[in-house]
């Protein structure tokens, strides 16, 4: 089948699984390149059609259809029968059905197998990368791991889904696209890739790397002991329901800080009235105290008033009485040299007159300074 009628017929496999297994054990204990005129480099269509028709290098091996899945120089790699992740309690768990698409959880990590076996000759080696859709769409894989010549057995393909939404992957269609290259001669040296990720062959009759939970198990267990063994899971979830359970602490803070402060509002009210009450009934007692003083006042100086009246009243009468006995005395007693006892009582009288206003100057004094004191108070 040529390139161009594969293009324009049908999809057909091209031989299974298990045929591309008996080609590569049939090959296994005579590995000369077949083709040796195919110089070392990444191979292009034409040579990886004709190196994996002979060595069954993968398996099963398709061609044809609107969408070959073999194109200029890779070929399309699907998912297979098996997928895994660590589940919240650390425990390694399946979440495919056979046959069916492949659903990614959002932020979350997976390790799913591909469709394709692989048994590659000691002279080809391989790099896969994640067809360009899925991280177009958000999906993160390590790209471009070199699988050694040697190596048999399935890809182990952790996917990270780095949106918030579920990533659904059909069964048929792409997931990587893989590249060939033919390295520049047989080795005789070096250790067996399959060697060092399963430790001891699976089937003797068909050695390999079949259980992609080994290579999970082996990347769990980092360079500690095995109890030691780290669930690989995505942080973002938990980063994210330790930002939701902080912001939720937060949102009650931020109640209470709003219930304190309407507190601390209420009481500030309050407060302001209190004094507000209290400053009407300081300014209401100042007036009533002012009213007093002033009462007050006007009592002293209504005493000393009316009393310095009434004194002056009786000084006036008395001192008309003395004159008006003076005057007879001296008419009925003329050129007799004697004082007179109403005149001695007039100068004793005057004295305390003098004494008593004295006095009320000196009070007057203490009543202004009493005043001058409490309108100051008041401002």
Known sequence: M?????????????????????????????????????????LSADDIDRYVRYTGLIAPYHRGGENDRLKKASYEGRIGDYAYKFDEHGELVPILAKGKGLVVPANTIVFVETNLEFRLPSYIALRFNMAITHVHRGLLLGTGPLIDPGFWGKLCIPLHNLTNEDYEIPADQGLIWVEFTKTTSTPTSGRNPVVTVTKSSEDPNNPGAWNITKFIEKAAKQYGPPENSVAIRSSIPLIAESARKQAVGAAGDARQAREDAAKSQRSSDEAKASAEQIKSKVESY?????????????SIWASFYFGLRADLSALSARVDTAIGAVSKVEESEKGKPRQLS????????IDNLRRRLDDMARENATLKAQLQTFSKSQH
Do not use: M, N
């Open 342 to 349: 109403a005149e001695e009582r007039l100068r004793s009288d």
């Open 286 to 298: 100042g007036i009533i105290a002012l009213l007093v003083s002033i009462a007050t006042a006007f």
């Open 2 to 42: 040529s390139g161009q009628e594969a293009s324009q017929e049908k999809e057909v496999e091209i031989f299974s699984t298990d045929e591309g297994r008996r080609k590569a054990l049939a090959l296994k204990l005579d590995e000369k390149d077949p083709y040796p005129d195919i110089a070392p480099s990444l």
